[in-house]
């Protein structure tokens, strides 16, 4: 599976947009990205997953880049409830158990 | 709602102690997961089972053994503890056809 690279940490003014940026430059062809959050004491929660077009569901937007070696994970409207981990994961379609988890990025909403 | 359930939110035992860790879930799904999650290292997979009595080892397996005798439960079980096992254990599970895991709110352990 494709590693990813996120930073380790960034802030968001509440009620602004929280833009998550991951980089998976060995991406291949039959892998999506899938990404995560994990609340303070809580297991991790799924919020969306894409291949090549960009996704959009209630929780957030999915870009994903043409030639698919990044993506951003946008929050439309931040608030403090979105402060966690969140964690970019790249996975092979017929490795279909396996995720691996990185040490994703803490965002802070702050008020 | 999928509801992934964990026996216990914290515990604590000795080393050398045998360890039982429970996963239930109640949504019929085929594929439960045991993880580990420390500082830094990110979450790392330890065994999943793709069905009753199945079972295969993840990337740390080393340690620990897993069961899974009905399709909702699926145990981790530390034959004899050791303080480097101190960790946050997750457990999730997944229904087949379907893209994401369903996770328990954790077991944090801690081995003296």
């Known amino acids: 599976d494709a590693k990813t690279t996120q930073p380790p940490s960034m802030d968001c003014a509440e009620g602004r947009a929280a833009n998550l940026p991951c980089n998976h430059s060995t991406i291949s062809g039959n892998e999506y990205v899938y990404w995560y959050r994990q609340i303070h004491s809580q297991g991790p929660q799924y919020i969306i997953h894409g291949l090549k077009n960009n996704e959009t569901n209630e929780m957030a937007s999915l870009i994903i880049t043409e030639d698919r070696k990044s993506s951003t994970l946008i929050l439309p409207h931040a608030t403090l409830r979105d402060t966690a981990v969140y964690y970019c994961?790249?996975?092979?379609?017929?490795?279909?158990?396996?995720?691996?988890f990185g040490s994703g990025t803490k965002l802070n909403v702050k008020p | 709602d999928v509801k992934v359930t964990q026996s216990s939110r914290y515990l604590v035992k000795r080393t050398g102690e045998k360890v039982f860790l429970e996963c239930v879930q109640d949504?019929?799904?085929?594929?439960m997961f045991w993880y580990r999650q420390d500082p830094g290292l990110g979450l790392r997979l330890i065994y999943f089972s793709y069905d009753v009595k199945m079972k295969e080892k993840g990337d740390i397996p080393e340690g620990y053994s897993v069961s899974r005798e009905k399709k909702e439960r699926f145990s981790l079980i530390l034959e004899s503890a050791s303080t480097n096992q101190t960790s946050m254990y997750l457990c999730?599970?997944?229904?087949?056809?379907?893209?994401?895991?369903?996770f328990g709110p954790g077991t944090r352990l801690t081995v003296t």
């Open positions: 999730a599970s997944r229904g087949q056809g379907i893209y994401e895991q369903y």
């Open positions: 949504m019929d799904h085929e594929n």
């Open positions: 994961i790249v996975r092979v379609e017929y490795n279909f158990n396996k995720f691996y």
